[in-house]
């Protein structure tokens, strides 16, 4: 996928009704990931999803992300920055999001977090475009 392609994706994502239980898909699927890898992803027998974190999805060297309970993101994107899988699975990014709010840091760069609404995600895409 090209960044235009991504970016349609996204906004796409943010226009949709939250929904916490394929939210962390559809973004992947968003950034280009195949079927196949979300299918794995979401599969609870021989997963590919790493996390150690309730709800989490973790994606080995990209990105962990989990769905908040309402008002407690930043609490949540702190046990994705402290969870051993994030590190051990080297995970990139770290994502959480009650559908209110949108918080994301990338690990691997001095780059300032992302602190918004969620539906001002898309906004911010290029900040996810390594993925």
């Known amino acids: 996928m090209n960044a235009v392609e991504i970016e349609e994706a996204v906004s796409r994502l943010a226009e949709q ?10 973004f992947l699927e968003a950034f280009g990931n195949k079927p196949t890898t979300i299918q794995r992803l979401r599969s609870r027998t021989g997963s590919s999803n790493k996390s150690d974190i309730e709800g989490g999805v973790l994606q080995h060297n990209n990105i962990h992300i989990v769905v908040a309970p309402t008002g407690r993101v930043s609490e949540f994107l702190a046990q994705l920055r402290e969870s051993p899988a994030t590190s051990r699975h080297k995970a990139k990014f ?11 840091e990338d690990l691997t760069s001095d780059v300032p977090p992302i602190v918004c609404d969620y539906k001002d995600f898309p906004d911010h895409f290029g900040f996810f475009l390594p993925l």
């Not at 009704?17 to 559809?26: G, M, N, R, W």
């Not at 770290?94 to 994301?104: C, M, P, R, V």
């Open 17 to 26: 009704p939250f929904d916490s239980a394929t939210f962390p898909y559809a």
């Open 94 to 104: 770290i994502l959480s999001t009650d559908g209110k709010e949108f918080q994301a």
